[in-house]
């Protein structure tokens, strides 16, 4: 029998997610999961590199969960567990720490951003964030990662890190490729469409959420900021209705150039309530199917016990064979 690929791929806990995490990650992750044997996580030990309010944190890791699940993150076909139930990552984490260099995590551009915004905490944990991430994939030897576009960064330093440990060590850990869609690896902000939505914004107008209710989206869009063109095509220069439409698009299944027949000599008010109206359709079922995941605590805790048992499994053997290869003495 030919073995499936593996996918290993991780979300925040620290907040509802955006319609950018939709697109870009979570959507492909249910997608994925007949095609591949498939991993995913909430990682909330990243999530403590900004300061987190631990009983909101605690919270956001279930809410996390039962999102992914209403997402259609099947945990029979699927490992669905929460990153700190697996005391294998930070594990790795340190032996990586000691084959990643100062330099290439100071060129990483999510830490200078996050540093940035966060000057009065740049922690080291923000600093090593990518070499906990590379352990999170390395750890199950994944072949692929299904992220947005602002995670290749990250990934290219888990190749190189991979590489370089293999190089000295001898063959041990699969080095993995990216995974980045097609169209929507960057959904962008609703107001400052030169910038990706992130759930983090302090504007809630710059992004939809997954669990905003029909109304709040529908205003939302209707406030999304534009151009004063008024014709609906896609081009770098029209940043704003370029963005709508590739939502649009992954939303119907529509090519850019049929949305633009589409909207042929009508304006970006039709685009927005078009827009609006799909995600509505698209998120209601989730939001429903959420809800009753939520409400079910044990069946939720039953899934993320099992998902951390079974990830524990591979992940320990891969932990062992690193230990064995850098010479940590072994009873
Ligand atoms: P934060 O704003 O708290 O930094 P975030 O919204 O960037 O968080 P993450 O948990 O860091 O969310 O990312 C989860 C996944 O969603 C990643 O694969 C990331 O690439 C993807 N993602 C995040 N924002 C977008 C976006 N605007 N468009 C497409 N994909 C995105
Ligand atoms: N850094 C990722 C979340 C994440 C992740 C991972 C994604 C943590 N560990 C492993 C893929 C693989 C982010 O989206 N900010």
């Known amino acids: 029998m030919e073995t499936k690929k593996r996918i290993l791929s991780g ?65 029979k076909t699927s490992i669905l567990f929460v990153q700190s139930h697996v005391p294998a990552h930070a594990e790795l984490n340190w ?7 100062f330099g290439e995590l100071s060129r990483m551009t999510q830490f200078k951003d996050k540093s940035a915004r966060h000057a009065d905490n740049v922690n080291a944990g923000l600093f090593t964030y990518p070499v906990l991430m590379a352990a999170d994939i390395l750890v199950y030897n994944a072949d692929l990662v299904p992220v947005g576009a602002d995670q290749k960064q990250h990934l290219e330093l888990a190749r190189n890190v991979a590489g370089r440990f293999n ?4 063959d041990t850990l699969t080095v993995p490729d990216p995974y980045i869609p097609q169209t ?8 400052e469409p030169d910038k990706k939505m992130s759930k983090s914004d302090t504007n809630a ?8 209710d029909p109304d709040t989206i529908r205003r939302k869009f209707k406030r999304a900021v534009t151009d004063s063109e008024g014709r609906v095509y896609a081009s770098p220069e029209k940043p704003g209705v370029t963005n709508l439409m590739s939502i649009y698009s992954v939303f119907t299944g529509k090519d850019m150039a ?26 209601a079922p989730i939001q429903d199917e959420y809800r009753r995941i939520l409400a079910d605590k044990a069946y939720l805790d039953e899934v ?17 064979k690193v230990y064995r290869k850098v010479g940590f003495l072994q009873l």
């Open 167 to 170: 190089g000295v060590y001898g």
């Open 304 to 320: 993320l016990k099992d998902g951390a048992e079974r990830a524990r499994r591979i992940a320990d053997r891969v932990v062992s």
């Open 258 to 283: 049929a949305i633009e027949a589409e909207f042929d000599g009508r304006g970006y008010g039709d685009l927005k309530s078009a827009v609006a109206e799909s995600v509505v359709e698209t998120f």
């Open 95 to 101: 032996v990586l720490a000691c084959s990643t260099q």
């Open 184 to 191: 929507g690896a960057r959904i962008m902000s609703l107001q």
């Open 205 to 212: 107008n710059s992004f939809i959420l997954m669990l905003d």
């Open 11 to 75: 979300i925040q806990p620290t907040g509802t997610f955006t319609l950018g995490n939709y697109i870009g990650a979570v959507r492909n992750w249910g997608l994925l999961q007949q095609e591949y044997e498939c991993i995913y996580m909430v990682a909330n030990m990243h999530a403590i590199t900004v300061r987190q309010t631990p009983a909101d944190l605690r919270r956001q890791t279930r809410e996390a969960a039962a999102l992914l699940l209403a997402c259609g993150i099947d945990p």
